[in-house]
């Protein structure tokens, strides 16, 4: 009786004889088992990307929109606070936009701009809550955020998006300093973030409170709001809430004056779409394993013809026919394991490449590494199977009259 080792020992020597053959063999299951990691590696990677992206624009809210300005030009703060005392809201951020003419005080130019520059500029009014969303992009890099104290009091601040404050002052910081907004002086208190991705709404823009905006700069009442939860458990109640308070706002009964955004359904859908898109992917690299499956059984069959008078010998001298099916089994097992570890390495090489060349980040499931090395192992079981139960079956005369 041969012990386990013995046979796999003798494995490794039987596929060493014929290395060229066992190298080339093995490419189907290495070009497999990469594709495999590969795909589903840089697929997660590059969703987990667009996810963080789309949770940029306010994964913890619900945006409310006015559709109809001929039923409602917008809302009112007494209206504004109903949305704020829903059960389940931490606080609304109104949104209002417009664009503006903007002033550089003469004594505040820097040197890139001699004397009075004048421009035009992307004005949003915004409350506190847009800076303390989820979204930790929408940060303030220098000074401070908008404050509850600006809203209540309609202060003149604002704070320059990054791209904004780059073409105004270049690399010079003007906290403290004045510009004028439609002849309104504003006193710059930050400079927000640089935001990347899909919402870079605030990069050139000027933000100031609703409150001033709607006072000072007569923008009108926002026809727009983020309502955000106080969290994710109760953003289901929060969402019935709010559509029945703007239906009741609206007098609409069918809906199609307003509409309601929430970034968690359009995060589900990406992830739904996403995932097909990956089980697709992992479609197609499981038929190339398939095919290194497939010339695994090959070798293996030209194997047994190739040793049959070996097998032939060892059945005469007492072998039993499951020794030679499990010998013969080992080494199409040992085959596609080396295979699927090397398609392992190559496959994460390649995926992190690609995170260096797509620039999102690299990551990796164990799951997908633990199921590749399985099925590694599984396909040298499937398609190893038959010539191992070919060589056990042969007949020791025959075999032996073959030498």
Same mark, same amino acid.
């Given at each position: 009786?041969?012990?386990?080792?013995?046979?796999?020992?003798?494995?490794?020597?039987?596929?060493?004889?014929?290395?060229?053959?066992?190298?080339?063999?093995?490419?189907?299951?290495?070009?497999?088992?990469?594709?495999?990691?590969?795909?589903?590696?840089?697929?997660?990677?590059?969703?987990? %990307?667009?996810?963080?992206?789309?949770?940029?624009?306010?994964?913890?809210?619900?945006?409310?929109?006015?559709?109809?300005?001929?039923?409602?030009?917008?809302?009112?703060? %007494?209206?504004?606070?109903?949305?704020?005392?829903?059960?389940?809201?931490?606080?609304?951020?109104? %949104?209002?936009?417009?664009?503006?003419?903007? !002033?550089?005080?003469?004594?505040?130019?820097?040197?890139?701009?001699?004397?009075?520059?004048?421009?035009? *500029?992307?004005?949003?009014?915004?409350?506190?809550?847009?800076?303390?969303?989820?979204?930790?992009?929408?940060?303030?890099?220098?000074?401070?955020?908008?404050?509850?104290?600006?809203?209540?009091?309609?202060?003149?601040?604002?704070?320059?998006?990054?791209?904004?404050?780059?073409?105004?002052?270049?690399?010079?910081?003007?906290?403290?300093?004045?510009?004028?907004?439609?002849?309104?002086?504003? /006193?710059?208190?930050?400079?927000?973030?640089?935001?990347?991705?899909?919402?870079?709404?605030?990069?050139?823009?000027?933000?100031?409170?609703? *409150?001033?905006?709607?006072?000072?700069?007569?923008?009108?009442?926002?026809?727009?709001?983020? !309502?955000?939860?106080?969290?994710?458990?109760?953003?289901? %109640?929060?969402?019935?809430?709010?559509?029945?308070?703007?239906?009741?706002?609206?007098?609409?009964?069918?809906?199609?004056?307003?509409?309601?955004?929430?970034?968690?359904?359009?995060?589900? +859908?990406?992830?739904?779409? /996403?995932?097909?898109?990956?089980?697709?992917?992992?479609?197609?690299? +499981?038929?190339?394993?398939?095919?290194?499956?497939?010339?695994?059984?090959?070798?293996?069959?030209?194997? !047994?013809?190739?040793?049959?008078?070996?097998?032939?010998?060892?059945?005469?001298?007492?072998?039993?026919?499951?020794?030679?099916?499990?010998?013969?089994?080992?080494?199409?097992?040992?085959?596609?394991?080396?295979?699927?570890?090397?398609?392992?390495?190559?496959?994460?090489?390649?995926?992190?490449?690609?995170?260096?060349?797509?620039?999102?980040?690299?990551?990796?499931?164990?799951?997908?590494?633990?199921?590749?090395?399985?099925?590694?192992?599984?396909?040298?079981?499937?398609?190893?199977?038959?010539?191992?139960?070919?060589?056990?079956?042969?007949?020791?005369?025959?075999?032996?009259?073959?030498?």
């Amino acid at each position: 009786m041969i012990d386990f080792f013995s046979m796999v020992k003798m494995s490794f020597t039987n596929l060493k004889n014929n290395a060229m053959r066992t190298f080339l063999t093995m490419l189907g299951v290495i070009i497999g088992i990469a594709s495999v990691i590969a795909l589903l590696t840089i697929g997660q990677g590059v969703t987990n %990307s667009v996810i963080d992206k789309i949770s940029g624009l306010g994964g913890n809210n619900l945006t409310v929109s006015i559709n109809n300005r001929n039923v409602k030009k917008g809302f009112s703060e %007494s209206e504004l606070q109903r949305f704020a005392d829903i059960d389940g809201v931490s606080g609304v951020s109104p %949104s209002l936009t417009a664009s503006k003419m903007i !002033v550089l005080m003469p004594e505040l130019t820097t040197a890139k701009y001699d004397g009075i520059y004048t421009t035009s *500029s992307r004005i949003m009014g915004v409350s506190e809550y847009y800076f303390l969303s989820s979204n930790n992009q929408k940060g303030v890099a220098y000074g401070r955020g908008i404050s509850s104290y600006d809203i209540a009091y309609s202060t003149n601040v604002c704070v320059l998006g990054y791209e904004r404050w780059q073409k105004l002052y270049g690399n010079y910081l003007p906290i403290g300093e004045t510009i004028k907004i439609e002849n309104v002086e504003f /006193t710059v208190i930050g400079i927000m973030n640089k935001t990347i991705g899909l919402d870079t709404s605030s990069n050139n823009a000027i933000l100031v409170p609703y *409150s001033s905006a709607i006072n000072s700069l007569k923008t009108g009442l926002p026809t727009s709001i983020d !309502v955000y939860f106080e969290s994710a458990e109760v953003s289901d %109640s929060v969402i019935v809430a709010v559509d029945a308070l703007c239906a009741e706002l609206l007098n609409s009964s069918d809906g199609k004056d307003y509409s309601l955004v929430n970034q968690k359904e359009v995060t589900d +859908v990406v992830l739904t779409v /996403t995932d097909l898109v990956l089980g697709m992917l992992a479609g197609i690299a +499981v038929i190339s394993l398939i095919v290194g499956g497939i010339g695994i059984m090959n070798m293996m069959l030209v194997t !047994v013809t190739e040793r049959t008078a070996e097998i032939g010998l060892r059945k005469a001298l007492g072998a039993r026919p499951s020794v030679i099916l499990s010998q013969f089994l080992t080494e199409s097992v040992i085959l596609s394991s080396i295979g699927g570890i090397l398609g392992i390495g190559l496959g994460m090489l390649i995926s992190y490449l690609a995170s260096l060349l797509i620039g999102y980040t690299f990551t990796y499931s164990v799951s997908t590494i633990l199921l590749a090395a399985v099925f590694s192992v599984f396909v040298g079981i499937v398609f190893g199977i038959l010539p191992a139960r070919r060589a056990a079956a042969l007949n020791p005369i025959d075999a032996l009259r073959a030498q």
